[in-house]
């Protein structure tokens, strides 16, 4: 079956960094995308890496290996706004998107 | 309005209830999709009309119904549901080519259903 896992809950420091994994074994590979969720809000698209390598946009970071079937978020000079919801989600050789649960990121100050 | 409006925002109904939740997207898409999201698990694809045409899914109960009139509104109706069925619904709506869904999905903010 086809799978994305990544951390339930994680807490960091407002101004550190932190690192949100994902990992996936999916029917095929044609891109995997970062979508972030405030409580009660939207899914908001971050970020989508298709090629090996780090994409950077801002605070943020995306880093994906498709040999190993792993990505992760990076986000720098942590803010309180950062407190949400990050969803992984990998597109397969169908074009279907098939999502991870979510990753609730806390910030404490 | 700007981006893809959902109403309600929240509605709570009875097992015996016929109820409709409404999408309605501004960005000129040409796909449009329904998922529901429950506390701790990954989003659930329930339907997806590309080009006006839906596409199958077999695993969504016929208790969901969805309808979708144009390239900008989205329906889905609700008749006989069952208390597991207390979720968000979230519509969505993207850019297509022929060859698959470009990517980026544009979001609702949901309409919170609970079933009593």
């Known amino acids: 079956g086809q799978n994305i896992d990544q951390p339930t809950e994680m807490t960091a420091t407002e101004g550190a960094i932190v690192q949100i994994n994902c990992t996936y074994q999916t029917s095929g590979f044609n891109g995997l995308f970062w979508y972030q969720q405030h409580a009660g809000e939207a899914p908001t698209f971050l970020s989508y890496n298709v090629l090996d390598g780090l994409e950077e946009k801002g605070r943020f970071s995306s880093f994906l290996s498709r040999s190993k079937g792993y990505s992760y978020l990076l986000l720098k000079e942590l803010q309180m706004k950062d407190s949400a919801s990050y969803l992984c989600?990998?597109?397969?050789?169908?074009?279907?998107?098939?999502w991870g649960a979510g990753t609730k990121l806390i910030i404490k100050p | 309005e700007t981006g893809v409006t959902q109403t309600p925002r929240h509605l709570v109904m009875g097992m015996t209830n016929k109820k409709s939740l409404k999408c309605e997207q501004h960005l000129g898409h040409n796909a449009m999709y329904w998922y529901k999201q429950s506390a701790k698990k990954p989003l659930e694809l329930m339907f997806v009309y590309n080009f006006k045409e839906q596409t199958e899914n077999n695993s969504v109960p016929s208790r969901f119904s969805p309808e979708c009139p144009n390239s900008s509104h989205l329906f889905l109706h609700l008749h006989t549901l069952q208390p597991e069925d207390s979720a968000l619904y979230l519509c969505?709506?993207?850019?297509?080519?022929?060859?698959?869904?470009?990517?980026?999905?544009?979001f609702g903010e949901g309409s919170r259903l609970t079933v009593l």
């Open positions: 969505a709506s993207s850019q297509d080519n022929e060859g698959g869904f470009t990517g980026e999905l544009f």
């Open positions: 989600a990998v597109r397969d050789s169908n074009y279907q998107l098939i």
